[in-house]
Structure formats: C-alpha cells, structure tokens
C-alpha cells in the first residue's frame, strides 16, 4: 500500500457501526437510534432560551428603533415576527422529531443526493460567518471580565494594530480566549448537553432579570425618550411598510435558526409532540423578552451614560469605569453571563449544527467533531472585528440573507408534508445511485432548483437595493420587504405544482403503497412496517416457488 493510501486510510473516520463510512453515509449522519434520543420538553425549552437570550436578541430593538418606529410599534414587530417565526420552525423542524435525521439528510430529500450539495454549501457559509460574529461579540465579554479583575493591567495592553484595522490587542486576544473556550465543548455531543443547557438557562435568565432591574431601579429621569423613538415623520402607509419589514427582520434574524432545526429535533425522545410543543411555545417567548429587556435596559441608561448603548459589552465596559470596585465585580457576573449566553448560541447553533453539515460533504473522512473545528478554524478568516467596526450595513446583510433561506425552507416544508405526505423512505437517502428513490436526475432534482430560483427571483432586485447604494423601484422594494413569507410561499407551491405536473414514478409508488397499507409515519414504526412487509414477501415468495417445484415434480411423474 502507497503512502497515500495508508495516510488516507487513517484520515477516515472511526467505525462506530455495523457499516464503515463512505461517500453517503457515517455515523453522525444516520438516523439518531434510541439510545441517543435524549432530549425532552425541558432541553427544547433551555435550548431556545440560549439561542434567542443572546446579544443579538438583545439588540433587536435599536434596528427597529433607527428605522423609525416607536418602541411600542417594534415591540408589536417583535411579537409577530417571533410568532412567525416559531410556525417556520415548528413546521420545518416537525420532520426531524419523526423520523431523528437531520438537515443534511432531509436535504437529499428535497433536492436529490447530489443537488443536496448546493442547499449544505449555502448553510455552511453562515454557520462560519454567523460563529465568527457571536464569537466576536463573546469575546468583548470576555475583555469586561479581564478589566473588571485587571483593569490597569488589561488597559496597559500595546495595540499593534492601525485604527483601519477596527479592533485592539486587548480585543483580539479575548476574541481567541472565546474562541478557545468553546474548544471543549465542541467535543461534546449535542445529545450530551443537558447538563450544559440547564447551567446556561438559568445563567442567563437570571442575568437578564437582574440587568433589567438594575438599570430601572438606578435610572435617571426616566425611560430617555432618545432611545425609544427616533424624530423621522412617516405617513400612514409608509409606516405600515416599515413595520412590515420589521416583522421580515425579526425572522431573517434566526432564519438560519429555523433552517437546519432538524439537527436538533432528530435527538427528541418520543412522544414527539411534547418536544414539538416545547419549542413552539419557547422559541417566541424567550425571543420576546430578550428583545424588550434590551429595549428597556437601553431606555433605562442612556441618561446616565450620555448614550444609547445597545450593546451588552459597551454598556457594562461604561458602568466599570464609572463605578467603584463593587460595579466592578457586578460587571463581572453580568458579563460571565454573557459570554455563557454566547457559548449557549454559537457551540449548539453554530459549530455542532454546522459541523453535521460539514460532515455530509465528506462522510468518509469528516464526522461532527472533524466538521465543527474546521468551522472554528475557518471563522478567523472571516476578520469579524473588521466587518462589524467598518460597515454599518454587515448585519443586515446577514438578516437579508433570509431572501436565499426561505425558498429552501419552503422546499423542506413542502417535500415533508405534501410531496412525501410525511413518508421518508429512509434507507434511500444513503444510496447514491439510481437505486434510490430520492436520486432523481443524475442526484439533482430540477424541480427543486426551479421552485428556489423562483422563490428568490421577485426579492432579489429589493435585496441589491437593501444592501448597496443602488436605487430601485417601489414594487421592488416592497416585494422585498415581504421577503421571508413571499419566498417560503412561493417555493413551497412551485416544487408542489411541480411535482404535481412532472411526478417521480418510485416515490408516488412507494408512497401510495404505504398509505394504502396505513404504515405508521415515524422512524421505528415505518421500518418494523417495512421489515414485516419484506418478510411477508418473501415467505410468499417461497411458497410460491415451493407450490411450483411440488406441481411440476406431480406432473413428470
């Protein structure tokens, strides 16, 4: 054997099944067996809290605000949004509870075994840019921390880079601090959680409420008025619109979120509706009340700092260095809590669910521990500090994104409920060839590729003017700002009507033949349903062939 090969050869990934990994298939990538089926209510419940309890959520407000709403129109922004989005997620994640497989494997579903290749490339860009970005901001909590038990020490730090660069020495080493923090955990895997969610969730809860009362009980003259509203005058039908895109920005927020949910519902105990429940139920009230301790907590310190200071990190930095030694320590625990709220989103949301998605480009020689440290390496690269000191418009960009999100959502919603009526032929999705019901046209599915393009097609022209300096037509700009639910729809009744027009053989056959039989819809219930049936047939195959041989023996003699 070559060098080559034998290096090779110990690049692949472990065996830790029946069947050694290849191109389709390794052990994170199948169907999650009962043993790792762990997670109930109460871990969807402390999961959201960790991934909508974040600065982000936090700083949902100022957005709104600055477009020119009142803080009761953002708050009436934040409730819709968030309530749509927990129906997305819901509807999107529901697949994963059933059948325990996640984004990638759903993905061959809908887009067919190689086209699935173009909806994983498109998550695994935001899973780096979006854990570069909440890395960052964990990293200025980590600086807080440093300050408050050093603080001459920390601010004495040489900065060796220009001011064009946007960061400071002090800045980047706490950046790579985090990220070294969530070394360890990376390690984990995500059914073995728990014990780090419960931590998490109470962490930060507490730390919130704490916050919120702090700052109203210390506040001077009040709620400011400069953080709450903003003096831009808008006519009826223009401030309809700008609530309209509010609410189409709260969901491009976690549009990633919603994505790739089924990463984490694969791991649901049964019954599956509890958990299913959980989540839709928690995903908007964590959400909610992130997003108004940060409007209030802002209100209630800006007279006080001069300031609005959106921003966690900036705000604690500014009560350190107006304080004595005890708001000191009190920044401390305010900011340990945030970088556990960082850690909550960005190793679970981030780092665990993208590396599944790493994974599936390479299943041979790339498992979720391999995929989630190549995703930690990448985001250095992405230089978040230049990205968010140098332009204003980065975020948005990110939370527009949800232009290109929500047709592949669309498809995944539609391909589970209508296309399949909610059967997943489970062993084809490891199949690469023609074999498989899901191989469709050389791998790729055409249909899916059109309904996406057709979904994104009426927003795009809005998206260009929302992100660059281009001016574009009204229509264009108010198509854009339905963008989410205009894409979704739009997707999700083009791969039905396609379908519907040009059938794939195999699968409506297999799809009758199990309702027509009344096969259950879940995981386990299908295959013993399939297994019995296979069975069944052969044995009446052998009789059949055994009733054949005893009558042509009867004949000869």
């Known amino acids: ?61 100022s957005s709104l605000v600055a477009d020119g709403l009142k803080w009761w129109q953002a708050i009436i922004c934040i409730i819709f949004g968030n309530l749509l989005s927990s129906m997305f997620c819901t509807l999107n994640s529901t697949s994963g509870a059933y059948y325990h497989i996640g984004y990638p494997a759903i993905s061959r579903i809908a887009w067919g075994m190689n086209g699935s290749y173009f909806a994983l490339v498109n998550r695994i860009l935001l899973s780096v840019v979006w854990f570069a970005v909440q890395a960052w901001n964990g990293g200025l909590c980590v600086l807080v921390c440093l300050r408050a038990i050093w603080p001459h020490h920390i601010d004495a730090i040489p900065n060796p880079f220009p ?28 059914h073995k959680l728990q014990l780090f969610f419960k931590f998490c969730a109470v962490v930060v809860l507490v730390n919130q409420i704490v916050m919120l009362i702090w700052s109203l009980s210390t506040m001077k003259g009040g709620l400011a008025g400069s953080a709450l509203t903003t003096d831009v005058a808008m006519d009826t039908a223009t401030l309809a619109w700008t609530m309209v895109y509010g609410i189409m920005a709260q969901i491009g927020g976690i549009a990633a979120g919603i994505l790739n949910d089924n990463d984490f519902t694969r791991f649901a105990k049964t019954p599956e509706r509890r958990a299913i429940a959980a989540q839709a139920i928690s995903f908007p009230v964590t959400a909610f009340c992130t997003a108004l301790c940060g409007i209030f907590i802002t209100a209630a310190t800006t007279e006080r700092y001069g300031e609005a200071l959106w921003n966690p990190p900036d705000l604690l930095l500014a009560a350190q260095k107006a304080g004595s030694s005890g708001a000191r320590a009190s920044t401390f625990f305010c900011a340990f809590a945030w970088i556990i709220t960082q850690m909550g989103i960005n190793v679970p949301g981030n780092l665990l669910a993208g590396g599944v998605d790493v994974a599936a480009l390479w299943p041979k020689y790339i498992n979720l521990r391999r995929g989630a440290y190549l995703i930690l390496l990448v985001s250095i690269a992405v230089n978040p500090w230049q990205l968010l000191s140098s332009s204003s418009i980065f975020l948005e960009v990110l939370s527009a994104y ?44 055409w249909r899916a590729f059109v309904a996406f393009f057709s979904g994104v097609a009426p927003c795009i022209t809005g998206f260009i003017g929302a992100v660059s300096p281009h001016t574009v037509s009204k229509t264009a700009a108010r198509l854009y700002d339905l963008n989410y639910v205009l894409g979704f729809c739009i997707a999700f009744l083009m791969n039905c009507l396609l379908h519907r027009v040009f059938p794939v053989p195999r699968q409506v056959a297999f799809i009758e033949s199990m309702e027509k039989a009344g096969a259950p819809k879940h995981l386990d219930g299908l295959e013993s349903f399939i297994r019995d049936v296979e069975s069944l047939d052969e044995s009446v195959e052998r009789e059949i062939v055994t009733e054949e041989k005893k009558r042509s023996s009867e004949s000869l003699t």
């Open 1 to 61: 054997m070559s060098i080559r090969r034998r290096l090779l050869k110990k690049l692949e990934v472990p065996n830790q099944g029946e069947r050694a990994a290849d191109r389709w298939h390794n052990h994170d990538l199948m169907p999650v067996e009962p043993a790792r089926r762990t997670w109930g209510p109460r871990q969807f419940i402390e999961l959201w809290i960790l991934v909508n309890m974040n600065i982000s959520g936090y700083q949902t407000g």
């Open 163 to 190: 001011s064009s660069v946007g960061m400071t020495g002090a800045e980047f080493m706490c950046y790579i601090l985090f990220n070294l923090l969530c070394v360890p955990l990376t390690y984990v895997h995500p």
């Open 402 to 445: 949800s232009v290109f999100l929500s047709p592949m959502t669309g498809l995944m919603v539609s391909q589970y409920y209508v296309i399949q009526r909610r059967y997943f032929k489970i062993s084809d999705v490891y199949i690469g060839d023609s074999r498989s019901i899901y191989w469709y046209t050389w791998g790729i599915n």
